[in-house]
């Protein structure tokens, strides 16, 4: 069985071409600031923890179905503001 004929390296750039021209025309000013999110770089950090309060944070994120680190820092921003 004969693969088929690929397409000339001529003609695919042309298509490519034809898309980038076309995104170009197009205005998309309006729809850029809808669609953008704000991202806030978290900052790593490190922190040592006893083994007993991993466990005990692990059992409570499986309870949520998250991870220790990712319940940790749920207890951290709940209780942030008592202190």
């Known amino acids: 069985m004969k693969k ?5 390296k001529t003609a695919r750039r042309r298509v490519a071409d034809r898309q980038v021209a076309e995104f170009q025309r197009r205005d998309l000013g ?8 704000v991202l806030r770089r978290a900052r790593p950090t490190s922190i040592v923890l006893e083994p007993d309060l991993v466990d005990r944070l692990r ?3 499986a ?18 503001d008592e202190y």
């Open 63 to 80: 309870k949520r179905g998250l991870g220790y680190q990712t319940m940790l820092k749920v207890i951290v921003r709940e209780h942030l």
């Open 30 to 37: 309006s729809d850029i600031p809808a669609t953008a999110r």
């Open 59 to 61: 059992v409570l994120g």
């Open 4 to 8: 088929p004929a690929a397409k000339p």
